[in-house]
């Protein structure tokens, strides 16, 4: 069964100060991995999908990368407007299979 | 570019009725795929409809079905409603065929159940 472990629960960072968000997986085969940022109430939005260990991916003060166990969210500089619950996902390269399996988040918190 | 959008937005029912939530994907996309998101907890797929059929289904009871439309908007419906339904349903659109990309899913904002 894929499983999906994210951690620390939560992390309270001050403005500036630069950190990593851990995504641990297992699963049979990956087709990808997938990170979302959540706020309190709304759906998931769509950040990143990596697809082979090795691969990076950057958005704005945020970089996806990822290994053949785990992937990173490093967050550089972070602002308050990065406050959020970060959801990592990924999905089975199994036949017919497009479900994505999630972890429980990371809920970040930046002081100003 | 119109996003995927849910309705309604809050819903409050008493345990034992039957409830129908409704969902149009994101402009282009042909895929629907539910979630179930408990307070606290990552979302949990239910189901997933392509071409008007359920195409993949998790470890939810027959109690939740749903279905697709042609214009490939989707409602889900849960009978028999229990205390431990109440949760944030989530819908997410993808694009079946072409690029890597179509593994995507692009969420909704949700519907609040609250089952009293």
């Known amino acids: 069964e894929d499983q999906v472990t994210q951690s620390p629960e939560a992390l309270r960072l001050q403005e500036g100060e630069s950190s990593s968000l851990n995504c641990s997986y297992t699963v049979s085969g990956l087709r990808g991995l997938f990170w979302y940022r959540q706020d309190p109430g709304k759906g998931p939005e769509f950040l990143f999908t990596l697809y082979s260990a090795g691969e990076e991916k950057e958005k704005e003060r945020l970089k996806a990368t990822l290994t053949k166990k785990e992937s990173f969210l490093h967050i550089t500089a972070p602002k308050p407007e990065d406050s959020a619950t970060y959801l990592c996902?990924?999905?089975?390269?199994?036949?017919?299979?497009?479900?994505?399996?999630f972890g429980t988040g990371t809920r970040l918190t930046i002081i100003p | 570019d119109a996003g995927v959008t849910q309705s309604p937005t809050h819903l409050i029912k008493t345990r034992g009725q039957q409830v129908t939530l409704r969902c149009s994907p994101k402009s282009g996309h042909d895929t629907v795929s539910w979630y179930q998101q408990a307070l606290g907890q990552g979302p949990q797929f239910i189901f997933q409809?392509?071409?008007?059929?359920?195409?993949q289904r998790g470890n939810f009871p027959d109690r939740f079905s749903g279905h697709q439309f042609p214009n490939y908007s989707s409602e889900l419906n849960v009978n028999a409603l229990l205390l431990g339904d109440s949760a944030l349903y989530l819908c997410?659109?993808?694009?079946?065929?072409?690029?890597?990309?179509?593994?995507?899913?692009?969420f909704g904002p949700g519907t609040r159940l609250t089952v009293t």
């Open positions: 996902a990924v999905q089975a390269l199994d036949f017919g299979n497009e479900k994505l399996t």
């Open positions: 409809y392509y071409e008007e059929e359920e195409r």
């Open positions: 997410a659109s993808s694009l079946y065929g072409g690029s890597a990309s179509r593994y995507e899913q692009y």
